[in-house]
């Protein structure tokens, strides 16, 4: 068994290798993605490996995945789900718990975030019945402020949740003390920024909780997936039981008793010898991933160095590419952090006569794949009009994004060839209309 096993993994890398004979690029016929996985044959055979051994749910290469990737990001607990999505609900509800007690959040209550965002954010705020506060953002970093988050305080806030904007720190230091002084929980979206670091500490470390999405666009991939982490055992064993379905036990799927009193729990109003497998503490889901799924993330995760020095260099390139553009805002990092950049974020000056779309769709007529910067002013959709919301202080900056920024792709899939076509099409388009 053991030897038709490895021929079958022998033959899977052989298969890699003949598909992925690398071809030229061809300006204007290959396509630039803005994102994409860098999968490799050592990916290829782990999700094949898996597969034969049909781990077909959530079991030990998980619970693996889980421990290897909180000691990655130096914290003390991780639980996998099926999306950075998934990620986020999870967080915010956790924080719903009764658990808390005085500390939980229940509904009508604020919670800070930024308008210029992605609405895996915000949506969780309003799922659970509670108020998104939205404050506006700094043109060039994307990233809102500690003194506007301040200023959003109000007598019914009692969290923060902010997203790392396209893997550029917010001035994370600061919202964290400030959110300690207040009070407040502090959720850390990091889907975007895995390996960035602000004041030489790594994003995702500042929070109450984290979160982390393995989505093919981002640092690491499971293909679909995502991660909560934390270093507060309340914390995370909450989040685990509202991920399980909302049960109270911890044991893992297909085991029993590993506490040795299975039948010895009296919780809640249920009879005395109740099987603690089947009582339930939370109103939880299932947003468990699979081992499949884990199997891929091990593979990955010791590239995760590599991929972001690949993403700083394709940034750097790109940045330098189109320094002296005329009519373009060009990126940069926060103060006092060394982003693992997601994108690379353009915003178009009032004195440049050009309409986004046109740049966008002579971009994309090159084969250059270009992105808005996610919802612009989430305020303005359709979706949100009628949601319930304060605004603290003018989006100003969240409307200009709406109107004109978009990013393109730095990710490590990208050689030096793709970035140097990318820059010298936007400067050509440009310098024919500035």
Not at 42 to 47: G, N, S, T
Not at 112 to 130: D, E, K, R, S
Request: aromatic share 8%; net charge neutral; charged share 25%.
């Amino acid at each position: 068994m053991e030897e038709t096993k490895a021929l079958i993994l022998e033959a899977v890398a052989k298969y890699h290798r003949e598909k992925e004979n690398g071809a030229k690029f061809v300006p204007g016929v290959t396509p630039v993605w803005p994102s994409g996985a860098v999968l490799t044959e050592e990916d290829r055979v782990a999700i094949v490996e898996a597969a034969l051994e049909l781990r077909i749910a959530a079991g030990v290469t998980s619970r693996r995945f889980e421990r290897e990737f909180a000691r990655a990001l130096g914290l003390r607990k991780a639980h996998l789900t099926n999306s950075g999505s998934s990620a986020n609900l999870l967080a915010l509800s956790a924080l719903t718990s009764p658990q808390l007690e005085d500390r939980r959040l229940r509904p009508g209550d604020e919670v800070i975030t930024v308008a210029a965002g992605f609405p895996t954010t915000i949506n969780p705020i309003l799922q659970n019945g509670m108020i998104p506060v939205f404050v506006d953002v700094e043109l060039g970093t994307y990233n809102t402020t500690a003194e506007r988050v301040a200023a959003a305080v109000g007598p019914r806030t009692r969290a923060i949740m902010i997203a790392h904007a396209l893997g550029n720190p917010y001035e994370v230091e600061e919202i964290a003390r400030l959110a300690e002084e207040r009070e407040l929980f502090l959720i850390e979206d990091n889907c975007d920024a895995v390996g960035s670091t602000y004041r030489g500490r790594l994003t995702g470390t500042f929070g109450d909780l984290t979160t982390v999405s393995f989505y093919p666009a981002h640092h690491i991939t499971t293909g679909e997936g995502g991660c909560v982490l934390t270093n507060n055992l309340a914390l995370a064993r909450i989040v685990e039981s509202m991920r399980d379905w909302g049960r109270d036990c911890w044991c893992e799927p297909g085991e029993s008793d590993t506490c040795q009193k299975r039948f010895s729990y009296r919780l809640g109003e249920l009879p005395a010898r109740f099987d603690h497998k089947y009582t339930f503490s939370h109103v939880g889901y299932n947003l468990k991933s699979t081992d499949i799924q884990a199997a891929l993330g091990l593979s990955q995760l010791g590239r995760l160095p590599e991929f972001g020095a690949a993403r700083r260099r394709n940034w750097q390139h790109l940045r330098a590419g189109l320094a002296d553009v005329p009519g373009l805002l060009l990126p940069s990092a926060t103060p006092e952090s060394d982003p693992s950049w997601f994108g690379f974020a353009l915003t178009l000056l009032p004195q440049a006569r050009v309409e986004r779309y046109e740049l966008l769709r002579y971009l994309e007529g090159r084969g250059i794949g270009t992105r808005l910067l996610f919802a612009g002013n989430i305020t303005r959709h359709p979706g949100y009009l009628d949601r319930p919301h304060r605004i603290a202080g003018p989006l100003t900056n969240s409307d200009i994004v709406t109107e004109r920024t978009f990013w393109l792709g730095v990710y490590p899939g990208l050689t030096t060839e793709m970035v140097d076509y990318v820059a010298r099409s936007i400067r050509e388009f440009m310098t024919a209309r500035c």
